[in-house]
Structure formats: C-alpha cells, structure tokens
C-alpha cells in the first residue's frame, strides 16, 4: 500500500508538468492519486476491520484445543456442536427480546423526550446536560453503578423500593435481583434503555429541528389538531432520522456485552446471555465453536445493515 | 415516569391554543420545566450514587441510608497502591494513541473525499460506512487470532490499532462535512496570493474545519477511554491493564471492593463527561451523517 502510495505521488507530480507529453503517465498519475489520500485509511480498515472477518471465518472450520492450540481442520463440527448447545434456543430467544424490547422501549421514551426538549421553557439546557452523562460515562461503569445500587442488603434502588412498601426485607430473595435470571434480564434491559435514551434523544431532536416551522404554522391555521399535526407533519418528516437512530441503537444493542457481563457474567450458566455474550463465554476454552458463534451475529449485523441501506437507497443518495 | 415522557409529545406538540402562534402558555412552560427538572434528576443519580459511595468509608458501606454520616476521601487516596496509576497511563496512551492515528488518517482521506469526485469514491464511502455499522464485538475472536499472531510488542499498540480502526468512520464523516462546508473559492483565493496547495490548506481550511477537528479529537479519545470488549480480551498482564479493564477486576469471585471500584470510575468519567459537553452538539451529525446524508 505505501509502496503504491509513494510511486503515485512521483506520478501525479510529473503527470502535471508534462501535461501534454506523458497523457498514459497522465492518466495514471490521476487514477493512483486518491490512493495517495484515502490509502492510508483503507489499509487501516483492512488490517482491524476487514481482516478479522477472514480470520473468524477461518477459526470457525479449525479445531483448537481449550488452551488455543491449533490442531487441524475442523470442517462444520464447530457449527454442529454449537447447534447442539441445549442452551442455544433460550440464548436466541433472549437475544431477540434483549433487542426488540431494549429498541422499542428507548424509541418511544426518546421521542417523548426529543419532543419536549424542543420546547422554549427555562431548564431545558440543564436537561440536555444531564442525558450528557450517560452518553460520556463508560458503560461497564454506569452499568456497575447499578450492580451496586441493586445490593440486596443495603443497595440504594432496595433502599427506596423498601421505603416506598414494595421491597419487604433487606437480603430476602424478592431483594436479591440479579440472583434470579429473569428479574437480572429486566434490570439489564433497564440499564441498556438508560444508556441508550441520551443518543437516540439527540438524534430525534436534531430531525425535529430541521422541520420547518411554517409547517406548523399552516397546520394550526389550518385548524388541525395537536394529535392530528403529530402525526400527519412531525412523524413523516422525522422518519429519516428515526430510522437511522433506530438502526445504530439495533446495532449497538445487539453487540452489547459490558452491561450483561458486569451484572452477572451471563449467569448462572447462560442463563443471563445474549448471543454476543455466549460468543465470549465460548471464548475461554471453545475458540472454534465461538468462532461459529461470532460468524453468525456477524451474518446478523450485516443482514440488518443491507436491509437498511436498501430501505434508505443509500446507493442514489451518495451520487 | 415513564407513563409521563411517553405522553409528552400528545400534549406538547406545539400550538394547542390555536390563534396563540409560538408562545408557549406559561402554565404549561412550568410543567415543561418541571418535568425537565425531574428527567435531568433521574439521570445523574446513578452518577451522584457512584460519588457518594467513593467518598463513603469502609465501615458504613453497608449502612442502609442514602447518604453517610461521614465523609472521607481515603478511597481516592490508597487506590494508587494497587497500581491504579499505571492503569490511568496504558489508558492515556491507548486513547492517546488511537486519537493520532485516526486524525492522521482520516484527515487525508476526509479532505479528498470532500474535494474531488474521484472513481471509487463512493465505494470507499459505503467501506466507511460499513465501517461504522461494524463493532469489535461482532468479530471479536478474529481480532483476538490476528492479533496472537502479529504478536506485538506490547498489547498497547494493539489495542492504539483496533480503536483507530473502528472509530475512523466517525472523523471521516463529521470532518469531511467541515471540510465541504468551507468554499473552494477560498482556497483558489489563497493560492492565487502564492500559498500554495499546501499553505491553502494549512492556513484557511483547516483553522476553519477546527470544530470538526476538535469533535473528531475528543469523540475518538473518549470511545477509546471507555472501550472494554476488546481491552478485556487482547490485554492479558496486568501491566497493559487500561481503567475499563482495571475497574472491572474489582469486581471478585466472591466479594466487590465498592469503594476503590467507585473511586476509579470517578477518576475515569467525570473527566470525560465535562469533555464531552464541549462537542455535545456536534456528536449526532457525525455519527448518522453516513446514513441520512
């Protein structure tokens, strides 16, 4: 690539001066100059991004032994064995909720937001500072933020629930959360809107203030109704920004690890763990199978990322 | 609460009183207010928790109250002796690292793309693009092989490498949009008066592209800071330990050192959090920039 690159540059240089002599040399020049600005980008892509997905599609048809020794071809085992995980089905299924719920949840919450963060009133600067910090703040931090407020004996969130006449004793199970799968699961999903709102907030309300206000204007002249001008001029104008907030926010869901690894591992078994997290579970003594594991969330995102390029005719937008 | 917010945009979409156009009744301007007051609340208690629980001493970490009866600040203190320090530096060099290299990077290329419409280049935009829609987590046992086998010298640099890569796409969107948005007339105005192509760009597009630049600088310096996923799995001794990885070994088999856990992460954010605040405004446009176009 650098090679490439340097040989360009003498090309583009000499191709400009001898403009009329050289038109081959000419043309060259012109053709490997973007390679002498973009280059060093793309072979940054290459060797993190592009070059693991061969190496994890490679992994996953050889077999390793636990401490990651490289014993032979594997062919489909490591697919056939993680297939015949008894755990798969459950791990899907919650990944599928994990995803769907966590959305759906922070889309609507955002929207409400986004839209009341469009109002003139005093107070709204110090609220647009505040959903900062979850956005800034590390994930795995404000994720054990919550592991702690959720202490059975003297955690904070108890401590309320307690004195509110919902939680009947310190270190009972009702106030042991994360001890108990399901309830883990709704608090995780709890922390995943959380973290997410503050993005999905911001990018909604950039999308409301590109909505001209003539169009309300009209609207209210017009006699239409609060509801009536929500959905018939706010939704539909806002629907590009919906949909990209919403595809970063499936994308990100989908590959979240630290909040479910920080309130239980995963636990206790897999009972706990979406498909990323069961990929890096596998990962400590089963490099093969969590290979196969990786290729298939991988299949997954860019599943998610065609349809919405084809929804979005990114293709025309870009030329 | 949130049977609250989600009512929000029926009752305050704009213009309820039909003949009053813009202004907002004051009655509702205080439930606004009001109901503003109580999300922004809601969303920095978990962060007050974590200050209060590091400032909390030993002896009352399991006192059932909100706040403690004393105050002390020896979490913030004895935490450098279990070798916090040198985790603050691998972390200061990662991100550090990772911000140079994607600045270098991706100026170039941002810069090109803005400039000329060159064949490839909407390939090399949908790369981006792809890019950007791709996490570590997704291909993480790849990242992991690949690097065993170029087998670095120190997991810094590999760890420099992989957030370079995977935050590039956000500076080469929000930095080409500065760069487009500054007039090649400018330039040609520069290089007439005998800059050259050079002095052009030194001199006027890149002062005025500055907030893009700044954006690019502190938004790939945080995600690095807090990038957990790939620190957990290439960084094996403790000595390449960054915070995220550091924080996280607090956490016991069978038992949680909460006060030095909660010391560190103050260390860790709340830095970042003021950082933040400086491009708030200018993080959306460079992350949906490549999709909405």
């Known amino acids: ?319 | 609460m949130t049977d609250v917010v989600t009512e929000q945009p029926l009752t305050g979409a704009p213009g309820r009183r039909v003949r009053r156009v813009r202004r907002v009744p004051r009655g509702r301007k205080l439930i606004f207010a009001g109901l503003a007051y109580l999300i922004a609340i809601i969303f920095l208690l978990p962060y007050a928790e974590m200050v209060i629980t590091a400032l909390r001493p030993n002896a009352e970490l399991l006192d059932r109250d909100y706040v403690p009866r004393h105050w002390t600040f020896s979490n913030f203190t004895s935490i450098w002796a279990s070798g916090f320090g040198t985790n603050l530096k691998i972390s200061l060099e990662v991100a550090g690292g990772a911000t140079a290299l994607v600045l270098l990077v991706a100026l170039p290329a941002a810069y090109y793309t803005a400039r000329r419409h060159f064949p490839g280049r909407g390939v090399f935009l949908l790369l981006v693009l792809v890019t950007q829609m791709l996490q570590p987590a997704a291909m993480l046992v790849g990242i992991q092989r690949e690097f065993l086998n170029f087998d670095l010298p120190s997991a810094v640099l590999s760890l420099i490498l992989v957030n370079a890569g995977f935050n590039l796409a956000f500076a080469v969107w929000i930095l080409n949009a500065y760069f487009s948005s500054v007039p090649v007339e400018l330039e040609e105005a520069a290089m007439v008066d005998g800059a050259g192509r050079l002095g052009a760009l030194g001199r006027i597009t890149l002062p005025l592209a500055m907030p893009g630049i700044v954006t690019a600088l502190i938004f790939t310096f945080i995600a690095a800071w807090n990038e957990f996923i790939v620190a957990l799995t290439l960084a094996t001794s403790p000595d390449d330990f960054p915070l995220t990885v550091a924080i996280n070994n607090y956490v016991g088999q069978y038992s949680v050192d909460w006060g030095h856990l909660f010391a560190g992460s103050v260390i860790a954010t709340i830095p970042v959090i003021i950082l933040f605040a400086f491009i708030e405004g200018k993080v959306v446009g460079g992350l949906t920039a490549g999709s909405i176009k």
């Open chain 1, 1 to 319: 690539m650098v090679d490439t690159a340097s040989a360009s540059d003498v090309t583009r240089e000499s191709g400009r001066v001898g403009q009329r002599r050289r038109p081959f040399r000419q043309r060259l020049g012109r053709a490997a100059t973007p390679l002498l600005w973009i280059g060093p980008a793309i072979a940054l892509i290459a060797v993190v991004v592009l070059w693991p997905v061969v190496v994890m599609f490679r992994t996953s048809v050889q077999h390793f032994s636990p401490n990651g020794f490289l014993l032979g071809p594997a062919g489909s085992k490591n697919f056939k064995n993680l297939f015949d995980e008894p755990d798969l089905p459950g791990i899907l299924e919650r990944t599928a909720v994990w995803v769907v719920v966590v959305v759906c949840v922070t889309m609507v919450l955002s929207l409400g937001l986004a839209q009341l963060l469009n109002q003139v009133f005093p107070g709204r600067r110090v609220t647009r500072w505040a959903l900062i910090a979850p956005w800034a703040a590390s994930v795995l931090m404000t994720t054990l933020i919550f592991r702690w407020a959720l202490d059975p004996n003297s955690g904070v969130i108890n401590l309320f629930l307690k004195d509110i006449g919902v939680l009947k004793s310190f270190g009972s199970n009702q106030a042991d959360w994360l001890g108990r799968p399901q309830a883990a699961f709704v608090w995780m999903m709890v922390v995943a809107i959380f973290v997410s709102l503050p993005f999905t907030t911001y990018a909604l309300l950039a999308g409301l203030q590109t909505i001209p206000t003539e169009l309300y204007e009209a609207a209210r002249v017009d006699g239409a109704s609060t509801w009536r001008t929500y959905r018939s001029i706010t939704l539909p104008l806002l629907r590009p920004a919906f949909l990209v907030a919403a595809l970063i926010n499936v994308i990100n869901v989908f590959n979240s690890f630290p909040i479910i690894w920080a309130m239980t591992r995963g636990g206790p078994g897999h009972e706990t763990a979406t498909t990323t997290v069961f990929m890096f579970q596998l990962k400590e003594a089963y490099i093969g199978e969590s290979a196969a594991m990786s290729v298939i969330n991988f299949g997954l995102v860019i599943v998610v990322v065609l349809v919405f390029l084809w929804a979005t005719r990114w293709r025309e937008q870009v030329t």
